[in-house]
Nanobody, 127 residues
Framework: QVQLVESGGGLVQAGGSLRLSCAASGLTFSNYAMGWFRQVPGKERELVAAIRWRDSVTYYAGSVKGRFTLSRDNAKNTVYLQLNSLKSEDTAVYYC????????????????????WGQGTQVTVSS
């Protein structure tokens, strides 16, 4: 049974930092591209960042580029999303997701292409 478990969310002041983690089990982690998405009520889930399976190339949404950093540790079956210089508009539920052998940007940015999802972790940024 595949599980993705997010952690690290919370309440932080604007300008602060958080580190989100997503621990995966039940799959061959190194064969999966991993993505972080976020969603606020009434809006569609949007890609925050994604990392490819074979070379760990990363993609970022324009709104977070330069502030967020995505990395993966295949030995620990875990991806990390470092959130710096947080803004109130970063407030959302953040979801971790896995897509087998994801490489193309068009695939990685589309939440419908991801097979497995975590339960989400709330990030709240107070201004």
């Amino acid at each position: 049974q595949v599980q993705l478990v997010e952690s690290g969310g919370g309440l932080v002041q604007a300008g602060g930092s958080l580190r989100l983690s997503c621990a995966a089990s039940g799959l061959t982690f190194s064969n999966y591209a991993m993505g972080w998405f976020r969603q606020v009520p009434g809006k569609e889930r949007e890609l925050v960042a994604a990392i490819r399976w074979r070379d760990s190339v990363t993609y970022y949404a324009g709104s977070v580029k330069g502030r967020f950093t995505l990395s993966r540790d295949n030995a620990k079956n875990t991806v990390y999303l470092q959130l710096n210089s947080l803004k109130s508009e970063d407030t959302a539920v953040y979801y971790c997701a896995a897509k087998s052998f994801g490489v193309d940007y068009d695939d990685l940015v589309n939440p419908r292409r991801y097979i497995y999802w975590g339960q989400g972790t709330q990030v709240t940024v107070s201004s």
